[in-house]
């Protein structure tokens, strides 16, 4: 299986399969690029036929009671789909927790940040935790979500440990709220199972509008934003902090 | 005259509650973790027998997801087919449960995420909702393979890991064009209207772009160039687990779309035309092949090749021979990469191994057998009825087919025989190749049980796989059980 060019020198042999390997991915990227177009242009933009997001959008707030109708899809009406994706970023951490674990890290890394971002940092806290749990808990209400929120509860942790490395980050409890957050979800699913079917929504509709409404799709909300924001933020905790505070 | 059974969530549910409980106690208590992920599998077997008993006396089961009837919500649908393979994957998770220093938190909770997805995968009857469930079983697999902490398995997971990913985009940008000719995610909704909607060189793109997603799992060419490197690397067990069961999951997946979505002569071609490169550069590959561990993964991708050439044949009878060769080949490979973890190394180094192991050298004879297709072993049946459903529906692509399995099947034995003739070597005196442990054969050991087995109740297996095929044959059934109930 030797090449023809089995006399050249290795390094110039590698130098020219390099150009090789630029032009060929350049052609498939063109070529794909092509293939993609005439495809999207075969389908008609702004006309595509909408039975069930008609369907959706017609009865999606009398039966969920939630006023951002993105929250009734996401919650509801997809709700399997949002523990899938919830249990994909969890796998994902847990994946790279794994191969993370006890790996060094470079010196770099371990450096503290100038004097205003450390202070600015603490001084951050508060107002991103009370951000992020607004918008989690109105993610039935307005734009926002447990999504969101939690990324934004994940920055209120990360920013103090990106300033100063050493600073303590506990895992033990971003491990426990990650872990029971994910199974309150499981668990409002199969109590759904009472009523008809997994993920069945509970408690009623409530008053539209009102931030007790919904039934259970804010509770849902809820756990996603406690999982999403403990994931994130032991993720990045375990790529830039913890191992240089030991070390 | 399809029954409501709202149960069916339990073995996604199960493992996924077992999976973000394990990490909680793994950090306490590290020992404890491989322990009570064995009791989460075993209950969600256990539940997973239940429902398919319940699926095999009353017919196919649906359940709408939070009450949302399709095809506004997500289905979950479970027919035999889908039982059989939920069965199999439990199975497969607890004999290949992680061990040594492999069973800490970390695998353990993947194994768990790789049950729930794969569950998921195989019993939703909606495009997005396999999507997303296929992207969990490809995480978690993409941790399982760099499980083993060696750097040759760090380099395998994460060029697996970007080739996944390039994969799964372009199966979501087929979703999204099925979605813009259609207006429905619902595989049942999809089966009445893509037959007309989803025509010409749009569709078999669509098509095209979704195996190319899940083709990396079910290791079609060209997507399989990860499969030696990876199965190579990782840990004997994530190999018997994902070249066994798991790329037989994304499979019948596909099956399913040629099925409900995509029923016209295109994609049965482009299946054909993957099968016969698969087999072709799959048995060629194996033929070549220093050690035993490359041998098998390369004759993984051969194997898979076929299971497509069978499903590439419309008909029943096409899908019967697929489900028959692919649920043997989940029993008889698993068996090999347990045996070649042993035997690592180039094959001539194995010599006399007779001598030495005399147990596990019969168990290869066994499974090499089958696997060429001898009868009466359970492989020969595979291979028959793959012949049958051909020479019923012939036309110049089925007769391609039929000849590249038979010369695959030759290839097979040659490198098969060539192995089993070094482990007879004579004039060896034994003592120079690695003896077995019982707790490392032991589950090859049980496969191979399986399959002889299988030989005696050959008959009653034959006439459920062809039930099997009927049911899972039958789109327009499929989409009345679950559109039409009257609710």
């Known amino acids: 299986m030797k090449s023809a060019g089995g006399y050249a020198p290795a390094r110039i042999r590698g130098h020219e399969r390099n150009h090789g390997k630029t032009v060929a991915s350049v052609l498939f990227l063109g070529g794909l690029g092509l293939m993609l177009f005439e495809l999207i242009s075969a389908v008609p933009f702004g006309s595509a036929p909408m039975q069930v997001g008609q369907a959706i959008a017609g009865e999606a707030f009398a039966r969920t009671g939630a006023d951002n109708i993105v929250t009734a899809i996401l919650l509801g009406y997809r709700g399997l789909d949002t523990l899938g994706e919830v249990t994909i970023l969890f796998t994902a951490a847990a994946a790279a927790g794994m191969v993370l674990a006890g790996a060094g890290r470079g010196e770099a890394q371990g450096q503290e940040a100038g004097f205003i971002f450390r202070t600015a940092a603490w001084m951050l806290f508060p107002f991103l935790l009370v951000l992020g749990a607004y918008i989690i808990i109105h993610g039935h ?77 804010p509770v849902l909300y809820v756990a996603i934003g406690l999982k999403v924001g403990s994931e994130l933020a032991g993720l990045m905790a375990r790529v830039f902090g913890e191992g240089s505070a030991r070390s | 005259m399809s029954q409501s059974l709202p149960a069916i969530i339990y073995p996604v549910a199960i493992p996924l509650m077992g999976a973000f409980l394990l990490p909680i106690g793994a950090r306490r208590m590290a020992e404890l973790a491989g322990l009570f992920g064995r009791i989460v599998v075993l209950l969600s077997f256990s539940t997973s027998l239940a429902l398919a008993v319940s699926i095999w006396t009353a017919g196919p089961a649906v359940s709408a997801m939070g009450g949302f009837a399709a095809p506004l919500g997500i289905v979950f649908y479970a027919d035999r087919l889908a039982m059989l393979f939920l069965l199999a994957l439990n199975v497969a998770v607890f004999l290949f449960w992680p061990r040594g220093q492999g069973a800490k938190g970390g695998p353990c909770t993947l194994m768990l995420a790789l049950l729930a997805g794969g569950s998921g995968l195989i019993l939703s009857g909606d495009l997005f909702n396999i999507f997303v469930f296929y992207e969990i079983t490809a995480v978690a697999s993409y941790g399982l393979a760099a499980s083993g902490r060696t750097h040759a398995g760090f380099a395998a997971a994460l060029r697996f890991l970007i080739l996944g990913s390039v994969g799964s985009s372009l199966m979501l940008i087929g979703i999204a064009l099925i979605y813009a000719r259609t207006g429905t995610l619902n595989l049942a909704d999809l089966s009445r209207i893509a037959p007309h ?97 490359e041998t098998f993964s390369y004759s993984s991708i051969a194997q898979l090749g076929m299971v497509a050439l069978a499903f590439s044949i419309s008909g029943a009878a096409g899908i019967a021979a697929g489900i028959a060769l692919a649920l043997h080949h989940a029993v008889v490979k698993p068996a090999f990469f347990m045996l070649a973890a042993r035997w690592r190394g180039p094959v001539g180094g194995l010599a006399g191994a007779v001598k030495d192991s005399p147990l596990a050298v019969w168990l290869f004879v066994i499974l ?120």
């Open chain 2, 197 to 293: 909607a989803l025509t010409g060189p749009v569709g078999l793109a669509a098509f095209i772009l979704l195996l190319a997603g899940l083709g990396v799992k079910a290791e079609l060419v060209p997507l399989n160039t990860w499969v030696p490197e990876v199965y190579g690397a990782a840990p004997a067990r994530v190999s018997a687990l994902l070249a066994g069961v798991v790329s037989k999951l994304a499979m019948v997946v596909a099956l399913r779309f040629v099925v409900q979505v995509f029923p016209g002569d295109g994609a049965h071609t482009v299946l054909l035309v993957a099968g016969i490169l698969g087999v072709l550069a799959g048995e060629l590959a194996a033929w070549r092949a220093g050690s035993l561990m």
């Open chain 1, 141 to 217: 209400l307005t734009p926002g979500g447990g999504f969101q929120g939690g990324a934004i509860l994940a920055a209120a942790f990360f920013t103090p440990l990106l300033a100063s490395p050493a600073s303590p980050f506990n895992h033990r409890v971003a491990i426990l709220v990650e872990g029971f957050a994910g199974l309150v979800f499981v668990v409002i699913g199969l109590a759904g199972l009472a009523k008809g079917a997994f993920l069945t929504q509970l408690l009623g509709t409530g008053t539209p509008g009102a931030l007790l409404s919904a039934g259970s799709l």
């Open chain 2, 368 to 487: 090499s057998l089958s696997i060429i297709g001898i009868p009466p072993f359970p492989g020969f049946w595979a291979k028959f009825l793959f012949l049958k459903a051909a020479f019923a529906a012939p036309s110049a692509g089925v007769w391609i087919a039929v000849f590249v399995m038979l010369a695959g099947t030759v290839v097979e034995a040659a490198y098969l025989f060539r192995a089993v003739l070094v482990f007879f070597a004579d004039g060896e005196r034994g003592g120079s190749t690695p003896r077995f442990a019982f707790a490392q054969l032991a589950p090859a050991l049980g496969l191979g049980a399986v399959l002889l087995a299988a030989m005696v109740f050959i008959a009653p297996l034959g006439a459920s796989i062809s039930g099997m095929a009927d049911e899972a044959s039958n789109a327009a059934a499929m989409a009345a059980r679950v559109l039409d109930r009257g609710e």
